[in-house]
């Protein structure tokens, strides 16, 4: 089974910046759509961003274009998440996922996931 586990979580002031990794083992990616997404206290759970197995395709959430990027390491089986500008409204717990044989707007959209990563968790506050 495909396991996922996130790092990069921490504190960071307003308009600071964190890359989130997520790192992968069990199985390669190459045949996995990868996303992240958060859910902050009180609130659903959202897609933030997703990335395609093999067109590299991408879908991100409105509130987050332009200011993050996902992006894979097929080498090292991990799928980054580079936060800029962050907001003190970007704090929650942020989750990788993996879904096989998906498109990166299925899965961030519709939430089609298979396997969920621990969380990390990302607060943005002075």
């Known amino acids: 089974q495909l396991q996922l586990v996130e790092s990069g979580g921490g504190l960071v002031q307003p308009g600071g910046s964190l890359r989130l990794s997520c790192a992968a083992s069990?199985?390669?990616?190459?045949?996995?759509?990868i996303g992240w997404f958060r859910q902050a206290p009180g609130k659903e759970r959202e897609g933030v961003s997703c990335?395609?197995?093999?067109?590299?395709?991408?879908n991100y959430a409105d509130s987050v274009k332009g200011r993050f990027t996902i992006s894979r390491d097929y080498a090292k089986n991990t799928v980054y998440l580079q936060m800029n500008s962050l907001k003190p409204e970007d704090t929650a717990v942020y989750y990788c996922?993996?879904?096989?044989?998906?498109?990166?707007?299925?899965?961030?959209?519709?939430?089609?996931?298979?396997?969920w990563g621990q969380g990390t968790q990302v607060t943005v506050s002075s």
């Open positions: 996922a993996g879904t096989r044989s998906t498109t990166a707007w299925a899965m961030c959209v519709l939430t089609r996931v298979d396997n």
């Open positions: 069990g199985f390669t990616l190459d045949y996995y759509a």
């Open positions: 990335i395609s197995a093999s067109s590299g395709s991408t």
